[in-house]
């Protein structure tokens, strides 16, 4: 008897649909709440896209990536504008995740808020080299900005790994891989004591900042 098998990669169809959310992302986040801004002195805006960014996150093909990086820098420049005008010292950068692309957003603080951002992410040491072959289309545009390479970091606490092991959802093996393959352990002070962090390198993390 043949037997058949269901791929775990759901085909995504419809893609002159999904296209046009693109553009309906960029007009619901081009302008800048001011307003909010100068109450919140943060923001952030995700790419928001279903069924990319979801519960179970899904990587959309290269050329839809160049598609949806064009707007956001479209939105970078349109939101400089607006802090510009503040007259007051801003963060405001885009940050790239490679591989998990959807994971990308463009974030702004300010004020009291201006050094929110600053310690999301650890530097990597590592030399790296842009990914300008995935985006050629746009080396223009990306030009306009620094690029410093950053660590996409999956995060474990230590308290959670122990319970996970109690409650058989790790194994002891699986608990052993992540501590071998963390790049850093940091120590927590947390109301209630501390608890130890294990990071694990699971990509990049492309800090842009527009050239002044």
Avoid at 77 to 96: P, Q, T
Wanted: one cysteine or more.
């Amino acid at each position: 008897m043949k037997e058949y098998y269901l791929s775990k990669k759901k085909k995504i169809r419809g893609w002159k649909r999904h296209k046009r959310k693109i553009e309906k992302w960029r007009q619901n986040v081009i302008d800048l709440e001011i307003d909010y801004i100068r109450e919140n002195q943060k923001d952030y805006a995700k790419l928001w896209i279903h069924p990319f960014y979801s519960l179970v996150r899904t990587n959309p093909p290269n050329w839809y990536n160049r598609l949806l990086l064009s707007k956001m820098i479209d939105v970078y420049l349109n939101w400089y504008e607006k802090m510009a005008k503040e007259n007051k010292d801003f963060y405001l950068k885009i940050w790239l995740y490679e591989p998990e692309f959807i994971n990308s957003q463009i974030v702004v603080s300010y004020k009291d808020c201006i050094n929110f951002y600053n310690d999301t992410f650890d530097k990597n040491t590592i030399k790296k080299v842009f990914p300008l072959h995935k985006y050629e289309s746009l080396k223009d545009k990306l030009a306009m900005f620094d690029w410093e390479a950053h660590i996409d970091a999956e995060k474990y606490w230590e308290e959670e790994i122990k319970e996970d092991i109690e409650t058989g959802y790790r194994t002891k093996e699986e608990v052993n891989e992540i501590l071998n393959k963390s790049y850093k352990t940091e120590k927590i002070k947390l109301s209630y004591g501390s608890d130890t962090i294990y990071k694990v390198n699971v990509g990049d993390v492309w800090v842009g900042t527009l050239k002044r």
